[in-house]
Nanobody
Framework: QVRLVESGGGLVHAGGSLRLSCAVSRRIFSEYVMGWFRQAAGEEREFVAVINQSGSRKNYADSVKGRFTISRDNAKNTAYLQIDNLKPEDTAVYYC????????????????????WGQGTQVTVSS
């Protein structure tokens, strides 16, 4: 059983920053592609960012490019999402997800492309 635990969410003013963390409970963390998704109230869960196993490849949703940075520390079994210049429209529950497979285009930006999910962390941005 793989367990993912997100942390780092909170209430911030527009223009502020947060760093979300996703701790994974398996020693083979380095074998997983890690993704971040978000879900605003009443909306579908949407792709935010993804990073491959080594950290050498990263993809972002167009809406977050230049403000969000995904990273990982395989020694700590943890993935991160740095969010800068937060906007009210970034308000959502943020989920991390792990994919036990290759970083396949067309799949890694969809929820069905992932095998394990965390419980989510709330990010609220006030204007």
């Amino acid at each position: 059983q793989v367990r993912l635990v997100e942390s780092g969410g909170g209430l911030v003013h527009a223009g502020g920053s947060l760093r979300l963390s996703c701790a994974v409970s398996r020693r083979i963390f380095s074998e997983y592609v890690m993704g971040w998704f978000r879900q605003a109230a009443g909306e579908e869960r949407e792709f935010v960012a993804v990073i491959n196993q080594s950290g050498s490849r990263k993809n972002y949703a167009d809406s977050v490019k230049g403000r969000f940075t995904i990273s990982r520390d395989n020694a700590k079994n943890t993935a991160y999402l740095q969010i800068d210049n937060l906007k009210p429209e970034d308000t959502a529950v943020y989920y991390c997800a792990a994919r036990d497979g290759p970083m396949t285009a067309g799949v890694i930006t969809t929820t069905i492309g992932y095998d394990y999910w965390g419980q989510g962390t709330q990010v609220t941005v006030s204007s």
